[in-house]
């Protein structure tokens, strides 16, 4: 069954300080939270770079099972070392239970709209005007076949 919502996109982006990184995501998992049983979200994010690698990894159903590793890469000695970093960092997402009054980031958007001061930032503007701008980049790289600059 398809929601209209289910994604996958990958992109490769170069930065401007010469910085090059791939991602990609999708939303193409069998099940879902409301399915019986339900099915959990998992998230990696997996970050190379001349010092290292930086694994970070969760499943939405399990808040024990947040974990974040590196991957030395900066000494002779202890290259190829793993280390656990933040043993107890969990794994938390928001509740999407279909009862009650909505996802915590809802009412945190309710509340700021308010005037309250009193809420979560999970993510400001400037990093969703960002992300709405890569997207736009994506999608017009599609259609060019070429690189596209994100604007901003």
């Known amino acids: 069954e398809t929601t209209g919502a289910d994604v996958s996109h990958a992109a490769t982006v170069v930065c401007k300080n010469g910085a090059t990184f791939s991602l ?12 019986d049983p339900p099915v959990a979200k998992r998230v990696k994010i997996k970050i190379f770079g001349t010092q290292g690698a930086l694994f970070f990894s969760g499943n939405d159903r399990d808040p024990t099972s947040g974990k974040l590793e590196w991957l030395r890469g900066d000494d002779h000695e202890n290259v190829g070392a793993v280390e656990i970093q933040c043993p107890d960092l969990g794994f938390e997402f928001e509740d999407l239970d279909q009862e009650g009054i909505g996802p915590e980031s809802l009412q945190c958007f309710i509340d700021s709209c308010l005037g309250s ?14 992300s709405v701008q890569t997207i736009d980049a994506m999608y017009r790289s599609h259609v060019s076949g070429n690189c596209e600059n994100v604007w901003g």
């Open 24 to 35: 990609s995501g999708t939303s193409l998992l069998p099940g879902n939270a409301h399915s």
């Open 117 to 130: 001061n009193d809420y979560y930032v999970g993510a400001d503007s400037l990093v969703g005007l960002r």
